[in-house]
């Protein structure tokens, strides 16, 4: 068992809030139930997820992730559930879908909002009886473990009937909420610290440390991007500093700037995020609070490339 649990006390080492958890969390990943993490993005749920499952008796067994966001709601049943040659025009072969592909494993959907709602029923069936049926094929058994990362909002989407209700609460046997970073203040030396360490053996930069200095704005600061916004200013610091003293420096304090328009605003928060995560699309939305469709449709109307 200690083999398997080091990711997540990796992950809990550098968060007392967490590490206060510690045994909840080994319950939970040696349970084959469903889990439900929710939280903002950025706030580490899907490194929970995935530790979840390195931690659990399927550690050795495949991690299928799945982006909802990032597959074309008119693919997604194929792309889950996989197809039969001939089930539709352009199937010209048979394909194996995400669920075969994670059996005895997990599978994570990430973010779970994303999902289509015509989808919906066909994994509630696939959750309670753990049968499901390719497009075109016929009915077969998964032994696949559930793990889904949603908003912290997620309840308030099934009232507004977006989400299905009976799906959520399938999902939520075992349900797991992140705090915000802004909320954790007195975890921010110990995260800092795990996430320098972590910087320094994959930089080769043993020794980094952060300045008092910026430990004193940090605790109060909103941190909107929660620990991805974290993790990325110490990188970029990281990337940038000679030394092993790391001391990033405050944002900029708007607060008393004249108001400027909103898509201006919404602008440069693109601009932004995506200079922070270096063009990568899906931490730029996480960054931003918003799904990868939403970015690319907001980087088409205000003419972002």
Not at 223 to 251: F, H, K, S
Not at 293 to 299: D, E, G, I, Q, S
């Amino acid at each position: 068992m200690s083999g398997r649990v080091d990711a997540l006390d990796r992950l809990v080492a550098g968060s007392p809030s967490l590490a206060a958890q510690r045994s909840a969390l080994l319950r939970a990943a040696s349970s084959s139930a469903p889990v439900l993490i929710l939280g903002q993005p950025g706030t580490g749920r899907t490194s929970l997820a995935r530790a979840l499952h390195a931690a659990s008796p399927r550690g050795t067994k495949p991690l299928v992730e799945v982006d909802p966001a990032g597959i074309p709601a008119a693919l997604f049943e194929s792309e889950l559930f996989g197809h039969r040659a001939g089930a539709f025009t352009g199937a010209v072969e048979t394909r194996t879908g995400r669920v075969s592909a994670a059996e005895r494993g997990s599978l994570l959907l990430d973010p779970i909002e994303e999902l289509p709602l015509a989808v919906q029923p066909k994994l509630l069936r696939l959750l309670a009886e753990h049968l499901f049926a390719p497009l075109g094929g016929a009915e077969r058994t998964a032994d696949v473990r559930f793990l889904a990362v949603g908003p912290h909002d997620l309840v308030e989407r099934v009232e507004r009937g977006s989400f299905r209700r009976d799906l959520y609460h399938r999902l939520e046997v075992l349900r797991i909420e992140l705090p915000a970073l802004a909320e954790r203040g007195a975890d921010l030396p110990a995260l800092a610290a795990a996430i320098l360490g972590d910087l320094g053996e994959r930089f080769g930069r043993p020794g980094l440390h952060l300045a008092a200095t910026s430990l004193a704005w940090m605790t109060r600061y909103a941190w909107p991007g929660n620990l991805r916004e974290l993790r990325n200013l110490l990188e970029r610091e990281v990337v940038l500093a000679d030394g092993t003293e790391i001391a990033p420096q405050a944002p900029v304090d708007a607060r008393h700037a004249p108001p400027r328009a909103l898509a201006v605003l919404e602008r440069e928060a693109i601009l932004r995020a995506l200079a922070h995560t270096r063009g990568r699309q899906g931490e730029a939305a996480g960054l931003l609070g918003i799904s990868r469709k939403a970015l690319w449709a907001k980087r088409r109307r205000l003419g972002i490339p």
